[in-house]
């Protein structure tokens, strides 16, 4: 089954943690007529992005905010990519975590924020989330009726080591809630959404927060999606708002055919491994 309809939901985000995933239902209301098989949300989209925030709004994997977006999914059958939220462990450390619940309202895969977002950037964005976040470990790779997907979190798109990583266990499509601010928006979200999936030959998807220059943090927005030829198939703008896209991962074999990257990779000078 190579075609997959995808919409990408561009939400603002409230304060109130259970508004913004009852506000991602209602759009999502609109499946019915659009027949889609898989529905995108944004980095943190249930907590205003602030460093203090995280521990507060943070919860355990099976709370409220996981079982809210489990049954969003099952109601419309949906593959759901629940963006991002606060998770908090059983020892008090708490996690950037993106959640993919099936059909079924199963959770399939969880990838906690690998690579935290501490910079400073001289006339721009000063953000540190080390200050309330513990990084994750994990390379996340899950399977889907369509094939097999990579999931990682805004600033791990950085690092081409991960998204490469996720590939090489057979990633077609790789899935990146993401909140990129007006410093780093302007100068490089095209670039490297287009450069991860020129580099790996695969669908790529970023969804944003819909811009609030009210809020702490101002989102560029922007969501996107990228092909495997590194073209833009879509791009929102800055406001609120939705897009549905259908997508052949066929085309993530027919470029990786005409145009062998990964087969001409010189493992025999280099390689890359998972630890």
Known sequence: MAKIKVMVLQT???ADKMKNIEEAGKRMEQLAAGEVDLVTLPEMFNCPYQAPNFPVYAEAEGQAAWQACSELAKKYG?????GSMPEVDGEGHVYNTAYVFDREGRQIAKHRKVHLFDIDVKGGQSFKESDTLTAGRDITVFDTEFGKMGLCICYD????ELARLMVAEGAKMILVPAAFNMTTGPAHWEILFRNRALD???FVIGTAPARDASSGYTSWGHSIVVSP??????????????MIQELDLDRV???RGQLPLLAHRRT???RLEKL
């Open 78 to 82: 949906v593959y759901l990519s629940a």
């Open 200 to 202: 790996n030959q695969a």
């Open 157 to 160: 798109l950085r690092f081409p």
């Open 12 to 14: 603002l985000v409230y």
């Open 268 to 270: 025999d000078l280099y």
């Open 229 to 242: 030829w590194g073209d833009i198939v879509s791009q929102l703008e800055e406001k609120e708002g939705y």
């Open 253 to 255: 074999e027919e470029v």
